[in-house]
C-alpha cells in the first residue's frame, strides 16, 4: 500500500490548509482499517491531527477539533484534510497514514506511511 500527499506547501496565516492523500494498493473502505493524518512541527513531536474509518467516521485531535475536517472520496480512493484558520504555529511537515491503528503519535503503530509534505504558513 502507497499513500502520497498533495497540496499547497505555502498557506497565508487565516486561511485554509487543504491537503489530500491518495491511497494506492489498498482500499480505504477496507474494514478496520483507518486512515490519518498527522503532522511534526519544529520542537514539538510527531502528533495525529485526525482520522476516518473504512465506514466514514471521524475523529480529531481535541486540541484540534474546532479547526479541522477530513472527508474522503471513495471512488478516487482519497481522504482529504482541511485546517482552518491556520497560524504560523501549524508549519510542519503533515503525513498521511493508514493501518489498524490511529489516534497515536508513534510513528511504528502505523502500517503504511506518505513520504511527506511541508506545509509553510506565513504571509
Known amino acids: 500500500v502507497q499513500l502520497q500527499e498533495s497540496g499547497p506547501g505555502l498557506v497565508k496565516p487565516s486561511q485554509t490548509l487543504s491537503l489530500t492523500c491518495t491511497v494506492s494498493?489498498?482500499?480505504?473502505?477496507?474494514?478496520?482499517?483507518?486512515w490519518s493524518w498527522l503532522r511534526q512541527v519544529p520542537g514539538k513531536g510527531l502528533e495525529w491531527i485526525g482520522y476516518i474509518t473504512s465506514t466514514g467516521n471521524r475523529y480529531y485531535r481535541p486540541s484540534l477539533e474546532s479547526r479541522t475536517a477530513i472527508s474522503r472520496d471513495t471512488s478516487k480512493n482519497q481522504f482529504s484534510l482541511r485546517l482552518i484558520s491556520v497560524t504560523p504555529e501549524d508549519t510542519g511537515v503533515y503525513f498521511c497514514?493508514?493501518?489498524?491503528?490511529?489516534?497515536?503519535?508513534?510513528?511504528?503503530?502505523?502500517?503504511?506511511w506518505g513520504q511527506g509534505t511541508q506545509v509553510t504558513v506565513s504571509s
Open positions: 497514514a493508514g493501518g489498524r491503528s490511529a489516534g497515536v503519535n508513534s510513528r511504528s503503530d502505523y502500517d503504511y
Open positions: 494498493g489498498g482500499s480505504i473502505t477496507s474494514v478496520d482499517y483507518y
